[in-house]
């Protein structure tokens, strides 16, 4: 487990003054949360379903399709009362199909005051080997549905698997779109080139809930305050995105975790907790585009 324990008496920690950390009132970390509400095309379920084994080639996996459905049916209804009861905001990213299959979950998740973005169409129908104009299409028709079913349009993105093309950036600015989050070669959200001007691109997670599937869901807790730790003691300034899905991380098994690193993190001061349309408002703000690791920290 984390050296700090996760309940029980916090830590006592000096927080020196600090002028590297781009947040807020000079907060010492930056966390999201990222939940995703996902849905796979018709009659498909997703190939790592814990239910079953791969169906007979012509018959359909139900159980599959069952244990996906979950996410929209309970699990992010369980991740709204959670971010709720620890009055932290939430980004929501949703694939289209589960708001015509799931309107009511969409208009809750925006009368709820948390943000909704964009997961593509359906979780199967990735980006890449689609060609340009396919992927503008299929980003266009998957705002137009969650901007319908919401009565408000998202202004971010996370594509599917987290799989993009050559395209996405400049399809996504073309949209007039504020962030981005499909970056994993980034320690801090920021403002990156397209063609169509700048948008800013948030790190996504390296460690979600998926990776506890087959294992203990205390890892996912140990993970994240290990590093949250590290990261708070010995890099100010640096960020953290939790993702969480909503047919995995909204069953109880994980959600019970997940809980006791939120009442962890909100325990020490100088966190900054915005949803992913705060923070990208304040990339934008303080004109922050990406710093170098080495120029961050000396070595």
């Given at each position: 487990?984390?050296?700090y324990p996760?309940?029980g008496?916090?830590p006592?920690v000096?927080l020196?003054?600090?002028?590297?950390?781009p947040?807020?009132n000079?907060?010492?970390i930056a966390v999201?949360?990222?939940f995703?509400?996902?849905s796979?095309?018709?009659?498909?379920?997703p190939p790592y379903?814990?239910?079953?084994?791969?169906?007979?080639?012509?018959?359909t996996?139900?159980?599959?399709?069952?244990?996906?459905?979950?996410?929209?049916r309970?699990?992010?209804?369980?991740l709204?009362?959670?971010?709720?009861?620890?009055?932290?905001?939430?980004t929501?990213?949703?694939?289209?199909?589960v708001?015509?299959?799931?309107?009511e979950?969409?208009?809750?998740?925006?009368?709820?005051g948390?943000?909704?973005?964009?997961?593509?169409?359906?979780?199967?129908?990735?980006?890449?080997?689609?060609?340009e104009s396919?992927?503008?299409?299929?980003?266009?028709h998957s705002?137009?549905?969650l901007?319908?079913v919401?009565?408000q349009r998202?202004?971010g993105w996370?594509?599917?698997t987290?799989?993009?093309t050559d395209?996405?950036?400049d399809?996504?600015?073309?949209?007039?779109?504020?962030?981005?989050?499909?970056?994993?070669?980034l320690d801090?959200?920021?403002?990156?080139p397209?063609?169509?001007?700048?948008?800013?691109?948030?790190?996504h997670?390296d460690?979600?809930?998926?990776r506890?599937l087959?294992?203990?869901?205390?890892?996912?807790l140990?993970?994240?305050?290990?590093?949250?730790?590290?990261?708070y003691s010995?890099e100010?300034?640096?960020?953290?995105?939790?993702?969480?899905?909503?047919h995995?991380?909204?069953?109880?098994?994980?959600?019970?975790v997940?809980d006791q690193?939120?009442r962890?993190?909100?325990?020490?001061?100088?966190?900054?907790?915005?949803?992913?349309d705060?923070?990208?408002d304040w990339?934008?703000?303080?004109?922050l585009?990406?710093v170098?690791?080495?120029?961050?920290?000396?070595?």
């Open positions: 487990m984390s050296s996760v309940t008496p916090l006592s000096t020196p003054p600090d002028s590297t950390s947040w807020p000079q907060a010492r999201v949360l990222t995703l509400v996902e796979w095309s018709e009659g498909k379920a379903s814990p239910m079953t084994s791969p169906p007979r080639p012509g018959t996996d139900r159980a599959g399709i069952q244990w996906s459905e979950y996410g929209p309970a699990g992010a209804y369980r709204m009362r959670l971010a709720k009861r620890h009055d932290l905001p939430a929501f990213c949703v694939n289209a199909r708001a015509e299959l799931f309107p979950l969409i208009r809750q998740i925006v009368g709820s948390f943000e909704l973005a964009g997961h593509n169409y359906a979780q199967d129908q990735v980006l890449p080997g689609l060609s396919e992927e503008r299409a299929l980003i266009q705002l137009e549905i901007t319908k919401s009565g998202p202004c996370l594509s599917s987290i799989a993009t395209n996405t950036a399809l996504l600015a073309e949209q007039k779109l504020l962030w981005h989050g499909d970056y994993n070669y801090q959200p920021c403002r990156v397209t063609r169509h001007g700048k948008i800013v691109a948030i790190p997670s460690y979600a809930d998926n506890v087959r294992g203990s869901p205390r890892d996912f140990q993970c994240y305050t290990d590093m949250f730790d590290f990261l010995q100010p300034g640096s960020f953290i995105n939790i993702t969480v899905h909503g995995f991380g909204g069953r109880p098994l994980i959600s019970a997940l690193l939120l962890y993190i909100k325990g020490h001061p100088g966190v900054w907790i915005p949803r992913h705060e923070l990208a990339v934008n703000a303080q004109g585009d990406e170098a690791y080495a120029q961050r920290f000396a070595l």
